[in-house]
């Protein structure tokens, strides 16, 4: 197992747990998918494995270590990017300059991983020398992504990336998150966007009231009738 949430209680100010008892297991080059209701402590949960939410009791794992509460400037050498939902790229820069931005740090190494980037996604170069902010959505969140890459990580954690961009854009987005297990990546995902995040999935979680409600392989919550009702737009039961 890649990442490890243990029962951990986190949220925003001490008073207040939005995460009660929360549960992980992020499987290594797999997709995992967290999925539930508007404050259901998704993004939350995210954040506390990344760091910007404190967590005040269980822990978190990665490859069987301790990094609970990493600080954020040691998320590069753990190997972990954290994509947020929104302004996750500089959108007065060039895409070029959002790239080398990020990349500073790789020294001899930065034009070669500039151009490793640039052929992973082909757009981008295309369009290196446009503002960040002229991309279309879903060329955004490629960049976002391509941005969070120039650490290498072994784990992307990515909040809804496919959201608010029209149906195709979407999925070319999802796609191009399940493309990045091919390269061993551990990717957990936070999706709105249901029906579509299952086919990407290997395993899915859901979460409702910052604890966890079910989970499974992503293919048999699929096929699951009561998560169809209540996740996927399904018939309403009678007398509901
Ligand atoms: N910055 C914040 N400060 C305080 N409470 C927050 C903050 N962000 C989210 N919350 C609260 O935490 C709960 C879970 O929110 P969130 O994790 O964003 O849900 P989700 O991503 O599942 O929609 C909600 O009740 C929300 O109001
Ligand atoms: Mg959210």
Redesign the pocket.
Known sequence: MALQVRNITA???PE?A??RGMNLDARRGQVTV?I??????????I?AVAGL?PVSAGKVLLDARDITNPRTDQMGQLGMAYVP?TDNIFRSLTIRQNLELVLRQAGSERASRLNALFQQFPPLAEKQKEKAGSLSGGQRQFLAVAMALAIRPSVMLM??PSAGLAPKAAEEVLGMVRALTDDGVTVVL?EQNVRQALRVADYCYI?AD?QNQVDGPAKALMNDPVVGEIYLGGKRMAGS
């Open positions: 949220g925003y100010v207040l939005i995460l967290i539930g209701p508007n404050g259901a402590g998704k993004s939350t949960l954040k939410v939902q909040d809804e936070v979460l910052g």
